[in-house]
């Protein structure tokens, strides 16, 4: 399973194996230790409290 919390500007903190910042766009999930897409978007939910 995966999942992330979207930051401001443009990051998401999210769990997948390891706890990452990492940069968020229209194509997915940045890694730049790795100089690639880990995750692509496919969905994103907002969650608003009750």
Do not use: F, T
Request: proline share 4%; glycine share 8%.
């Amino acid at each position: 399973m995966h999942v992330g919390m979207v930051m401001d500007e443009g990051q998401i903190l999210h769990a997948h194996g390891e706890v990452r910042l990492d940069p968020l766009d229209h194509n997915g999930i940045y890694n730049r230790d790795r100089q690639r897409y880990s995750h692509k978007l496919r969905l994103l939910k907002r969650l608003l409290p009750e």
